[in-house]
């Protein structure tokens, strides 16, 4: 059966049997693929389940099966060697919550090289960044939303559009009728966020209680752009863990 290689980030993993996982991950090569792997939680399994765990980057070389079907992979080894992410409660939680949100935004399993770069670059950039991360997770999101196809408008105007409109993506004068517009305080911090990269995130300094609604907006306006949009279960956590 023919194989290919690939680099590929762990996305999801399933018990599946006693012994057996269900792996989705999503690769550079090949886009998101479903593979099984048997007897790894085993005592003396060849491959380890740590070795298959949530956010790890992998180079893989598998059985190139038909997108939906459960492929099996021939080797895996890790392709990047994370730091403090597996470690440091705040940047594994952080991971986490960023990963549920983005796999479950994630409708086609075509290749995206350049998606598939985004994703990797900021989980690296988690893992050594020394700053504060108190909005590394909004920026994040805020940027994703490119790569799926409603990528919010930076055209904020102190005289003219001063608050962002969720449904439309973009800034409005506040005579719009709109019922999804955020508030003018929130409406700059995303301007804020908008005008950053995440080079600039320990810049940023945004209120806990604030940044909590701005959190809240922003999920809201994946709800309002993404088809069958699921609540994400961490994010309480993140909520209460950021400071």
């Not at 930076?154 to 969720?166: C, G, P, S, V």
């Not at 990269?197 to 701005?214: A, G, V």
Request: aromatic share 10%; proline share 2%.
């Amino acid at each position: 059966m023919k194989t290919f290689q690939s680099t590929g980030i762990i996305f999801r993993r399933i018990k599946y049997s006693e012994t057996s996982l269900i792996v989705d991950i999503f690769t550079r090569e090949k886009g998101i693929r479903s593979f099984i792997f048997s007897g790894v939680r085993k005592a003396k399994a060849k491959v380890s389940a740590v070795m298959i765990d949530h956010m790890n980057i992998v180079n893989i070389i598998a059985y190139d099966k038909d997108n939906d079907k459960l492929a099996r992979v021939k080797e895996i080894h890790l392709e990047h060697g994370y730091r403090h992410i597996t470690t440091d409660v705040v940047k594994s939680s952080l991971g986490i919550f960023l990963l549920e949100m983005t796999r479950d935004c994630i409708k086609e399993k075509e290749p995206n090289e350049e998606l598939f770069d985004f994703i990797t670059d900021w989980y690296k950039y988690l893992d050594i960044c020394d700053h504060q991360l108190s909005c590394f997770h909004l920026m994040y999101l805020l940027e994703l939303s490119r790569f799926l196809g409603f990528e919010p408008m930076n055209d904020f105007d102190e005289e003219l559009r001063t608050q962002f409109d969720l449904l439309d993506g973009n800034f409005v004068n506040v005579s719009n009728t709109s019922k999804y517009l955020l508030p003018v305080e929130r409406s700059i911090f995303v301007r804020q966020l908008l005008s950053a990269d995440m080079k600039q995130l320990e810049h940023i300094r945004i209120p806990k209680d604030i940044r909590n609604e701005i959190l809240k907006d922003i999920i809201k306006f994946y709800r309002l752009h993404v088809d069958n949009f699921r609540e994400p279960k961490s994010l309480a956590v993140i909520q209460a863990i950021l400071r």
